[in-house]
């Protein structure tokens, strides 16, 4: 009797447990899913700013139109539904890199540069992208926690039995981390050597001046008397 009584009480223990840590799992995923969805506000926000900014542009730089066709479909690739959150990243890493291209070119446009709109649109966009990577922060946060959980040990059987799986980091990886290379059309140029500068090899410092000639170091010994002659 006593035996079926312990059984019980551990099976409704293990019951309770699984339940708790199934719990456990779902509000970890609901709050991975609910720090997208605020990513993806921001997102959109980031793409309608840079549609505008290159409209802008336009205005002022019209014959760059490599570089602005290079920022539209960036874009356009980074708007395409059905990413998952690193295949997002990669995609907004390169329209960050187009988007750095055309700050550069923007750069020899002086009018561009005093735009008020070009300006504003310039300013919000930094401040989107800094809410960009404060919400991408704490949907990483909250994506380790739930990939921590799914794969230790009780957690991960009832993650396993309840389809409960790891998800994806938002980062930008490989190239996409690597600063924009802004050259100004100068990468094939000869830069001139600085004034003063003659010759293949750096110049070498000057040799410190000799020092005078003088008089043997240490006391002066007097001459040997010599003997009276004979």
Request: glycine share 8%; charged share 20%; no cysteine.
């Amino acid at each position: 009797m006593w035996v079926w009584i312990i059984i019980v009480v551990v099976v409704v223990l293990l019951a309770l447990a699984a339940v708790g840590i199934y719990n456990g799992l779902v509000t970890l995923r609901n709050r991975v899913q609910e720090a997208w969805r605020q990513i993806d506000v921001e997102l959109k926000r980031r793409h309608d700013l840079i549609g505008n900014l290159v409209e802008t542009v336009k205005g002022y730089a019209a014959h760059e139109r490599g570089t602005l066709e290079d920022v539209m479909k960036a874009r356009s690739a980074a708007m395409a539904g059905g990413q998952g959150p690193a295949q997002q990243a990669q995609s907004e890493g390169a329209l960050s890199a187009a988007l750095g291209r055309l700050f550069a070119v923007a750069e020899a446009y002086p009018d561009l540069k005093a735009n008020q709109n070009f300006l504003a649109l310039q300013g919000e966009l930094t401040s989107t992208e800094d809410r960009i990577a404060s919400a991408r922060r704490y949907y990483n946060a909250n994506v380790r926690e739930l990939n921590t959980r799914v794969e230790t040990v009780p957690s991960n059987v009832v993650a396993g039995m309840f389809g409960i799986h790891r998800a994806e980091y938002f980062e930008a990886e490989g190239a996409e981390r690597e600063p924009v290379r802004v050259d100004f059309g100068q990468r094939d140029a000869t830069i001139p050597p600085p004034a003063g500068y003659a010759g293949g090899a750096a110049p070498s410092a000057p040799a410190a001046p000799s020092a005078p000639a003088g008089p043997a170091e240490g006391p002066t010994q007097p001459p040997a008397p010599q003997p009276p002659a004979q």
